[in-house]
């Protein structure tokens, strides 16, 4: 069980981290001079190292990294955001609609639940971005449909205690509609636990997205991705380490801080931790 | 620069210079004279088992580099593009050049012992034509009279086919045909043993091939390795030098570069990430191995489909793509493609440069054509590093002339049926390496209008490029031919339904210990003179 100074300890720390990377993804065009995806050195002759023109150096095409890391940010979140919002929004009106009317239709419901957590995830998400035509909305729309279960899982759990309380009950004896009182009453109630799960859906769909672009199954070229960046360089490691060590940082960095916002809102909520 | 980006980069100076020094090439005896010795084991690595052992089945590099260890042609090529006694020792062509007398050698036996005689070559060019064999190598040899009665099931041999006495074939043709001893030097037409594609039937064949070359299989555990050992029977005395060769395969390149510095490896190619250092680098130097090859790498368009089919679009991205560029994302190993043949191509003409790099005058065309405004369109690519590094470098500089283009990474197979498919790929990057040296295997089968659906596949159709296509065909090797060659090209340029990109040339590096290893311009490397010292 937690406490709540160390919950607002956690909070504040990953909050500040993942103000830092919004502001990174906002600010990109102020923050940088260049083009993320056009060669910005005369001439190719390999990746550059860091130098004042060019402070985390160029990469495999001549691209300036610093450029990358900070437009990949908006790629990052976006997809991130994105997978998230698909992910609440199936896996909330799932378990809202599981828990409250039970019996059949949450078997069937936890059914699913249960095929979807089977399957193997990285497997299930190369068959859906490879079947999928490649856009911007893909990446974020496979992992969402992956990303789920979780969600209903918590908030059919939630909603079966909730909706035995009193005030739900009395809701229902005033002949409030089902509508009415999931919108109203349960929906709130299973909201704090949600939000933190969302903080930790964030930063799985952060790795995921640089899981399925190291792949290389990510967005469409050449949008600049985290995970991207490593796996178009990779091979430069012995040469040019500098390529691999800076997404692979912001990767760190993102999904440590949506990681701690997510422990520090489960603490406060003095939820365990899963 | 922030204080704080200061000391992030004085960091990552910091990260730069702990970049791994490149380590040195495995150790093995210094170079220098001796005769070769024999024995001894060749170590190779390969991403996949190769796709078959069948001569007249496979048609890929890998498939090829075997078959040349397994078997023998009539001709074959010397160190260059030169046709050389094999089987045969000698030959004569009519006057009328329809007709090919073969004298086999005496000595030229199976690795099975058996003796080799002109019914085993009919044998051979017989299966290849077999509708049941379904050879992409067919459509060479079906000039040789009788061969499409005998396809058709017509006949039970082909008439043009005579095995005259047991050391003499002859070959008619219903024309005469200038390339024919070419494709005789094709892999194809190597004679495979007609007893053990009895005794195993067609289709186990390419798990128990049976031939004359210099090397014999002796293992296959597949997606694990292959082993060859030497042909006992071998006809070239003293040959092979080395006891035997063995492939491990699940080796990919980055995989292959790591063994080979380790010395497991006694050949391999270089990462682009290592190419820089291993060539500046005194040590790796005596170990390198280079080859120009009759390679074309080039950005095809669908003349088919708008907007391409306009020629004035063709022409802008000609002059919009920076080919400078692209050639030092490939670490220069080559030289910039500006026409369709590449050097050392009889015919080649260095001075065939019709479009220069110039966006501006590319933005005109487009506009002149309708498309101030840019439009977008795909581009299909394989999806190995390199390429897509290239199809990016492609789509900043059609970006800069008002062209979106989205890049569809796809398989190398996939991409391949696809391109065959009228109306599917508006743009796509391939390569096309020639089986002979010899124009029309590029012109003709690239650019004819007959050849849409299997090699065409930009759909390109001009009846006067066919035309004198057709009248190149039949002219024998010399200035005629060439220079009707040359002015196919000329108008296929000027209708541009490629942009080509550049000629590469492919690198390699050696373990000190191999001898007499030479990469080929036409054909994987042959290794029954290589040898290793100690």
Redesign the interface.
């Known amino acids: 069980m937690g406490d709540g100074g160390r919950g607002r300890g956690l909070l504040i720390a990953g909050a500040t981290l993942v103000a830092a990377i919004v502001l990174l993804a906002l600010l990109a065009p102020y923050l940088t001079p260049y083009d993320p995806?056009?060669?910005v050195v005369a001439?190719?002759?390999?990746p550059a190292?860091?130098?004042?023109a060019h402070?985390?150096?160029t990469d495999?095409?001549?691209r300036d990294v610093w450029a990358r890391i900070v437009f990949g940010a908006r790629t990052s979140l976006a997809v991130a955001v994105l997978a998230m919002l698909v992910s609440l929004g199936i896996g909330v009106t799932v378990g809202l609609v599981a828990g409250y009317f039970g019996r059949w239709l949450d078997t069937a419901c936890m059914w699913i639940v249960d095929l979807v957590l089977t399957l193997p995830t990285l497997l299930l998400l190369i068959v859906l971005a490879t079947v999928l035509p490649?856009s911007l909305l893909t990446i974020p729309l496979v992992i969402g449909l992956v990303g789920w279960t979780t969600f209903a899982r918590t908030v059919r759990g939630e909603v079966l205690s909730l909706r035995e309380r009193d005030y739900v009950l009395a809701a229902r004896a005033l002949g409030a509609s089902h509508a009415w009182i999931i919108v109203r009453h349960l929906l709130p109630g299973a909201l704090p636990s949600v939000l933190a799960l969302a903080a930790l859906g964030m930063s799985g769909a952060i790795g995921l997205d640089a899981g399925l672009s190291y792949l290389?199954l990510g967005v469409?070229?050449?949008t600049p991705s985290w995970g991207r960046m490593i796996s178009?360089t990779q091979?430069?490691?012995?040469?040019?380490?500098?390529l691999v060590?800076?997404p692979g940082v912001a990767i760190s960095a993102a999904v440590i801080g949506f990681n701690l916002i997510g422990y520090g809102l489960l603490d406060l909520l003095g939820a365990p931790r899963t | 620069?922030s204080a704080r980006?200061?000391g992030?980069?004085a960091l990552?100076?910091l990260?730069?210079a702990?970049?791994?020094p490149?380590d040195p090439p495995p150790a093995g005896p210094p170079d220098g004279g001796g005769p070769p010795r024999r024995g001894g084991v060749l170590r190779l690595g390969a991403a996949d088992d190769p796709h078959t052992l069948d001569p007249a089945r496979g048609y890929d590099t890998a498939s090829w580099s075997f078959e040349l260890m397994l078997f023998d042609t009539l001709v074959a090529y010397d160190a260059g593009t030169n046709l050389v006694p094999a089987l045969a020792t000698s030959w004569e062509q009519s006057p009328d050049g329809r007709h090919y007398t073969f004298r086999l050698r005496p000595d030229a036996r199976f690795s099975t012992g058996r003796l080799l005689v002109a019914a085993d070559v009919k044998f051979s060019l017989e299966r290849l034509l077999k509708p049941t064999i379904h050879s992409q190598g067919a459509e060479f040899f079906s000039g040789l009279e009788g061969a499409a009665d005998f396809t058709a099931g017509r006949a039970r041999e082909v008439r043009g086919i005579v095995a005259a006495a047991p050391d003499r074939v002859e070959l008619t043709l219903r024309e005469p045909d200038p390339l024919f001893l070419h494709k005789l030097a094709m892999p194809f037409a190597s004679v495979v043993d007609p007893e053990t594609v009895v005794r195993v039937g067609d289709d186990a064949f390419a798990q128990h091939p049976v031939g004359t070359g210099p090397f014999r299989l002796a293992e296959w555990v597949y997606g694990q390795r292959l082993r060859l050992e030497r042909n006992p029977y071998y006809f070239r005395a003293g040959l092979p030098y080395l006891d035997g060769v063995e492939v491990t395969v699940g080796v990919s390149d980055?995989l292959a570069w790591f063994k080979y510095q380790r010395g497991e490896l006694d050949l391999a190619g270089i990462?682009?990430?290592?190419f820089?250092?291993v060539v500046a680098d005194p040590r790796y130097r005596p170990l390198l191995l280079r080859r120009t090859t009759l390679t074309t790498q080039y950005l095809g368009m669908n003349c088919a489909l708008p907007p391409f089919e306009a020629v004035e679009v063709r022409r802008a991205l000609n002059r919009a793509i920076d080919k400078q560029?692209l050639l030092?994302?490939i670490?220069g190993r080559g030289v910039v493609a500006e026409a369709i043949l590449p050097p050392d191509m009889p015919g080649y003409d260095p001075t065939l440069a019709p479009y220069a790099f110039d966006s501006g005058r590319a933005r005109a065309e487009l506009a002149a054509a309708g498309h101030a405004d840019g439009f977008a369109t795909t581009l299909w690519a394989t999806?190995d590093?390199t390429t897509?590094?290239i199809?990016?470098?492609i789509?900043?500089d059609l970006?800069a002339v008002g062209i979106a283009l989205?890049?569809?990474?796809v398989d190398f197979p996939a991409l391949l049926e696809a391109v065959r498919r009228p109306g599917m790929v508006p743009l796509f990057l391939m390569g096309w390496e020639a089986d002979f040296p010899d124009p029309s295997n590029f012109l003709a089968v690239l650019f004819h209008s007959r050849n849409r659906e299997t090699n065409n596949n930009t759909f390109f159709a001009d009846p006067a490029v066919d035309r004198l296509l057709d009248e190149a065909e039949p002219l024998p090797a010399g200035p005629e031919r060439w220079q009707r060659y040359h002015e196919a090209e000329v108008r296929i340029l000027a209708q541009a339904p490629w942009v080509p990109l550049f000629h590469p040339a492919s690198f390699a590096v050696r373990h000190p210990r191999v001898r007499n290893y030479r990469l080929h311009p036409l054909r994987p490397a042959r290794l029954e003179a290589v040898w290793v010292a100690w």
Do not use: H, N
């Open positions: 995806d056009v060669t001439r190719y002759t390999g190292p860091p130098s004042a402070p985390l150096g495999t095409l001549g490649p290389g469409p070229l050449p178009e091979t430069y490691f012995a040469v040019a380490p500098w060590v800076v | 620069m980006l200061r992030l980069a990552l100076c990260a730069a702990c970049a791994v490149l980055q990462p682009s990430a290592e820089a250092r560029r030092a994302l670490d999806r590093d897509l590094r199809a990016q470098s789509q900043q970006r989205a890049i569809k990474p």
